[in-house]
């Protein structure tokens, strides 16, 4: 066996191991031997005698031989192993343990099984909440049921949430009046009608609100941007100077006043030089960009109610474990109504996570999900905010079909930084292009491995009776999952990682049919809110 192993190129573990085997075919060995004996006594061989020693012999050593090089081809029969870098697991072996061992190995070793959110059927350590979601994947590919099973735990625990909601799919399943829940969408018939001029309480806040409004996108070198937010803050500078609180005197002044009237008005403001004479084409680009900001104020202005601030709901609100009631607050939109709504739900977006910032640290359980970031404009500071909302208890989910959309939209330093903030990932199928598209991005996302290469070659010399076995070892960097890889997997499968667990999971997700909410149809700006039925329980 010893020669048999080093002729076939045995690692010096597998020679140094070699009698436990040895033993074991000796007693082999021995038991064919006993079986052996009565046919050669036939043949005329005596026991104990030269022949039966000569039989016996010769075949200890074939089998010792033989059994040496057969045990070292199968101990390298593999190509390749990894060596280090990317892991990818199948959650098959997690999800056959018990519950509360999930629960337990999710969260560091404590059990924590009320309240616990699942994504793909994994439990999500409660210390990866704050630590953020992104989810990936092209249409139809299960976004929308990932980031429904994680929400659907979260609401029922009586957290808190802000949806950014296209088609209103999580209005129809979650929307529930009597928690609290409310509409915001001026064309919505039940939806509560936004008062701009009600989320300004400070001057400082002036600038914030132009800031929502007025973002930076499309503007290169950001100079028009400032004029806009410039013209806008001093207008509504002057209208809290004169205590007005109605926002159709904010869009009339923005977008409809005689300048004779705005010249006047901003007479020793910072947008006062934009009026002079002269400057008529300067004034009107200027105008033209912040007309564009405000013209939500145009419907908003339309619809009847009391005046709701986004603000005060975030301020005012409570999750059910720190004594409040929890609710959430939908931005639903069609398709036909992004180019109208699109940057101003943005806007909505970003007061309600610059003001949960400003409430002191904290487990406030508010989530902000925005599924398709790519289709609604840049919400300003979102960076920033990914980064400082875990401590203030603010938990975001992002889910998006391109990731070339949301650098054309956000810059790509700026995307890149977005992509960082969200420690959990969910890759579910994403398209390639011919610079590699997003499935090459999430092939990357996963990261890469070293992996060893074994080649073997045999070679017999003349003078040598059996050949000789060269094997050689090539390492080389891969990615852990090919982007082919994800561009073919099938809807609702995908690639899993939590920010506390360093290696990727194969998963799939299992579609859960939520009752749909019975409630008024959408419609044309119309009056007051409706009543609208709650899901049922």
């Known amino acids: 066996m010893l020669v048999g192993l080093i002729r076939a190129r045995a690692r010096l573990a597998h020679l140094a191991l070699s009698p436990v085997p040895a033993v074991a075919l000796t007693l082999i060995m021995g038991i064919v031997m006993a079986l052996l004996a009565p046919l050669l006594k036939t043949l005329g061989a005596p026991p104990d005698s030269a022949p039966d020693l000569t039989v016996a012999t010769a075949l200890f050593v074939a089998a010792g031989y033989a059994a040496g090089r057969l045990l070292t081809r199968r101990s390298s029969a593999s ?17 056959r343990a018990p519950p509360t ?65 296209p088609d209103g799919g999580y209005l129809r399943r979650f929307y529930d009046p009597g928690r609290g ?42 100079s028009w941007s400032e004029y806009a937010r410039t013209f806008f803050i001093a207008v509504t500078q002057q209208l809290r100077t004169s205590r007005i609180t109605d926002d159709r005197e904010v869009y009339r002044l923005v977008a409809k006043a005689p300048v004779k009237e705005l010249k006047l008005l901003l007479a020793g403001t910072a947008a006062g030089p934009f009026l002079e004479e002269g400057n008529e084409r300067m004034f009107g680009s200027v105008r033209s960009t912040a007309s564009s900001a405000v013209r939500v104020l145009e419907y908003t202005t339309r619809q ?32 036909g109504e992004i180019a109208a709504l699109g940057s101003i739900i943005s806007a909505w977006m970003r007061i309600a996570i610059f003001e949960a910032m400003g409430l002191g640290e904290g487990d406030q359980r508010l ?9 609604l404009g840049e919400i300003d500071g979102l960076k920033d905010a990914l980064s400082r909302l875990r401590k203030f208890g603010g938990r975001c989910i992002l889910g998006f079909q391109s990731i070339g959309q949301v650098s054309g939209t956000y810059g790509r330093s700026v995307a890149d930084t977005i992509v960082e903030n ?11 292009s011919e610079r590699g598209g997003t499935s090459e991005f999430a092939s990357k996302l996963i990261g890469q491995q070293q992996v060893v290469h074994i080649t073997r070659s045999r070679t017999r010399r003349p003078a040598e009776w059996l050949p000789s076995t060269t094997t050689s070892e090539h390492l080389s960097i891969e990615p852990a999952v090919m982007a082919s890889e994800i561009e073919r997997l099938p809807d609702l499968e995908g690639f899993l990682k939590f920010a506390s667990i360093p290696d990727w999971t194969r998963v799939r997700l299992t579609p859960v049919t939520y009752p749909t909410v019975a409630r008024s149809r959408p419609g044309s700006v119309a009056g007051g809110p409706a009543a609208s039925a709650g899901a049922d329980p």
Not at 79 to 95: D, F, I, L, Q, T
Not at 103 to 125: F, H, K, M
Not at 304 to 309: L, N, R
Not at 322 to 335: C, D, S
Request: hydrophobic share 40%; with cysteine; charged share 25%.
């Open 101 to 165: 061992a999930r629960v337990a190995r999710a969260n560091g070793g404590s059990q924590r099984c009320d309240g616990a959110l699942t994504l793909a059927g994994i439990t999500v350590a409660e210390d990866d909440e704050t630590k953020h979601f992104k989810v990936i994947g092209t249409t139809g590919t299960g976004k929308s049921t990932a980031i429904r099973e994680v929400l659907s735990a979260a609401l029922k625990r009586g957290d808190r949430a802000v949806i950014a909601d």
């Open 367 to 375: 989530w902000f999900v925005v599924d398709e970031l790519d289709a």
């Open 422 to 432: 969200c420690g959990n990932t969910l890759i579910l199928r994403c398209s390639g």
């Open 304 to 335: 009847e109610g009391t005046p709701f601030s986004i603000r005060q709901w975030v301020r005012l609100g409570a999750a059910r474990r720190a004594g409040g009631q929890g609710g959430v607050l939908f931005f639903p939109y069609q398709a």
């Open 79 to 95: 190509p390749s192993h990894y060596r280090r870098g990317a892991v990818v697991a199948n959650a098959a072996a997690a999800s």
């Open 181 to 222: 829940d409310l509409i915001l969408n001026p064309f919505e018939c039940d939806s509560v009608k936004w008062n701009l001029l009600g989320e300004i309480a400070s001057d400082y806040d002036v600038d914030q609100m132009a800031r929502s409004l007025i973002t930076d996108h499309g503007d290169p070198d950001r």
